[in-house]
């Protein structure tokens, strides 16, 4: 909201002051009527001061007497004209200035009128009377001027000036009435404006002859050039894309799984295929399988785009350069080819040939990598396989060294007979205790009772060592259980390595299928019926707008140039 501003106003009502006679009066004028501040001194030349015997003559003399009525009306009329403050004040001023006695501001309006003095005029600033008589002021001549000097002229002073007044007024040099055509004023105005027309015409001229040189002719060879001489060029349009064997949404989270799905993905992998088109490499190549410099070297191709026999490698790469346009957009990951030739069939057939070369880079680039983890994982299950070979002929060999297949086999046989033969040798104890118990027992019956009992003692005793203890030249069968165990657990460690070799190979040749990447095509180049380039329009306009900007450039400059000079 805007507030609307308020601003002081001053001297709206029109006040009445007191006038400098009441003053006077009252004693508050420090000089008297006739003085002006300087007493006694006359600062007039010496030629003109009057004689100490001459009279004064700037004693105002007597005004008549007025009607206070007709005053009283009169300034009411003054009152209602709606004089401002400052011209009150001039009059003032200009009252006390002559030496009129006045009770205000309009009194001294009221007899500045009546003396002839108009005190609102610029040229009665100095209280010179304006009117054609001042009755109530005596007008005497000027003691200091001689009366063969005043010309005739009777020049008055107002009571209480004392200044001098000239002896002549200064004649005012007024304009010949005589004129002149050939210098009169509408004659010089004609030939400055017939000077600046002829000018502008010259320098009109000069622009359209320097825009005709510099820009409109060069601007019609080109045209001519573009139109008659160009050699007419087909284009062939081709868009394929890099995608991954990968799946585009897999179980895991981050950036890698959002992103996998996305042009952004296969962005690398589109700029090394970009590169490589783009390269030396794949002109050298395309020279070698369709000959790309002889097409361009052909005499019916115009000059400017024709190639020389004898041309450089670099020049045949400027020359590529300008013919294979490639492009890349990353947010899709789509690339643009276009290959452009002096016939529609060569266009086609360099286009299907560069996007066989983009084929085979796409397959280098991740063919290292499969071809390293494959060898990697191959390589480990291989080992694992031979370690378990090695495990297995060490335990076959100490089983054909020990003659036993399984120690646990042995051990549990052995137990075996030794139970039955302690089952036996207590069936014979307790017969011996039964004999024994007999008062008068048969001899002949217990001998051979005793005779089984140390038997089967000592058939056990040999059953136990047989387990622990090792007859000379043999081995026992705790060290050949203990032999055969270490080779059966070697072999099923083994047997441990190789199954997870095998499922790191299949880990490895997983991976290395989802690293695979393959080039999809998704518009195939065709081959045009009408010439793509010159586009002889475009290519004129262009060359204008070029030069035009080129002259401008150099039109400043220059004018820059030369300002600087002359200043």
Known sequence: MSTKPKAARFFLRRVERPGPAAQAASGDMPFADNDDGFGSQDFRPAQTQPSQTQPSQTQPSPRPPADPAADEAAIAALAAEGLTGRQLRRARLLAQKHGIEFKS?????????????????QDSADGVPTGAGAPHLSAVPNPSIPPAEDGGRALTRLPGDRANLPAKARPIALPSTETRTDTSQFTEIQRIQQDITRRRRRQALMLFARLFVFVFLPTL????????????VYATYSEFVIQSAEPKSQGGGGLGSMLSGTGLASSQDANAVQGYLQSREAMLRLEDDVGFREHFQK??????????????????????SRFVKISHDPTEGLIRLEVMAMDPQTAAAWANQLIKYAEEQVDQLTKRMRDNQMNDAKTGYDDAQAKLSEAQ???????????????????NLITQQIAALDGQLLQERLSLAQMEANTNPNAARMDPVKQRIAT?????????????????????????QGQLLIAQADVETRQMILAQALQSMETARVEAGRQVRYLSVSVSPTAPDEPAYPRAFENTLVTMLILLGIYLLISMTTAILREQVSA
Do not use: C, W
């Open 221 to 232: 060879f080109a045209g001519y050039y573009f139109y008659r001489i160009a050699t007419p």
């Open 299 to 320: 005499a019916n191709i115009d000059p400017l785009q024709r190639l020389e026999q004898d041309a450089t490698l670099e020049q045949s790469y400027d020359v590529y």
């Open 456 to 480: 089967l003692e000592e058939q056990i005793d040999i059953l136990r060592n047989q387990m622990t203890e090792a007859a000379p030249g043999a081995t026992s069968l705790a060290e050949v």
């Open 105 to 121: 501001d309009l009194h001294a309006v009221l007899l500045l009128r009546q003396a002839g003095i108009d005190a609102f005029a």
């Open 393 to 411: 002929q060490t335990l076959i060999a100490l089983q054909e060294k020990f003659q036993i297949l399984n120690t646990t086999a042995e051990i």
